[in-house]
């Protein structure tokens, strides 16, 4: 019976998770094509199985895009923006309201620029 109870807890706990709605934007899924083509030179499988990888990692912004950080360059465009690392590429994001907005993927030796 206790631990009945203690998975109602857990479920009430964990059952108020929000849901939220991932866009992507128009430059955000021009650089996935160019990730794409990019990687694809060398072996199309690999450009393949990055992409489909790289969209289960955004996929699973819609439980609790808050836990990714915020970005440094945040300070130089008044924004707050966040950003997933997958690899070695940024995600950079921005939440507003119940949803996340995907706005650009690039090489993450590289800073973001609005």
Same mark, same amino acid.
């Given at each position: 019976?206790?631990?009945?109870?203690?998975?109602?807890?857990?479920?009430?706990?964990?059952?108020?998770?929000?849901? !939220?709605?991932?866009?992507?934007?128009?430059?955000?899924?021009?650089?996935?094509?160019?990730?794409?083509?990019?990687i694809a030179e060398n072996n199309p499988k690999n450009a393949a199985d990055f992409i489909v990888e790289l969209e289960k990692k955004v996929d699973?912004?819609?439980?609790?895009?808050?836990?990714?950080?915020?970005?440094?360059?945040?300070?130089?465009?008044?924004?707050?923006?966040?950003?997933?690392?997958?690899?070695?590429?940024?995600?950079? !994001?921005?939440?507003?309201?119940?949803?996340?907005?995907?706005?650009?993927?690039?090489?993450?030796?590289?800073?973001?620029?609005?």
């Amino acid at each position: 019976m206790a631990g009945v109870r203690r998975q109602r807890l857990f479920s009430r706990i964990s059952g108020v998770t929000k849901k !939220y709605n991932v866009s992507i934007t128009q430059n955000a899924q021009q650089d996935l094509e160019q990730i794409y083509y990019y990687i694809a030179e060398n072996n199309p499988k690999n450009a393949a199985d990055f992409i489909v990888e790289l969209e289960k990692k955004v996929d699973l912004l819609s439980l609790f895009p808050q836990r990714h950080p915020l970005i440094r360059e945040n300070e130089f465009y008044g924004t707050e923006y966040r950003h997933l690392i997958y690899k070695d590429y940024r995600v950079i !994001y921005r939440i507003a309201g119940d949803s996340v907005y995907i706005l650009r993927v690039f090489h993450g030796s590289k800073l973001f620029d609005e």
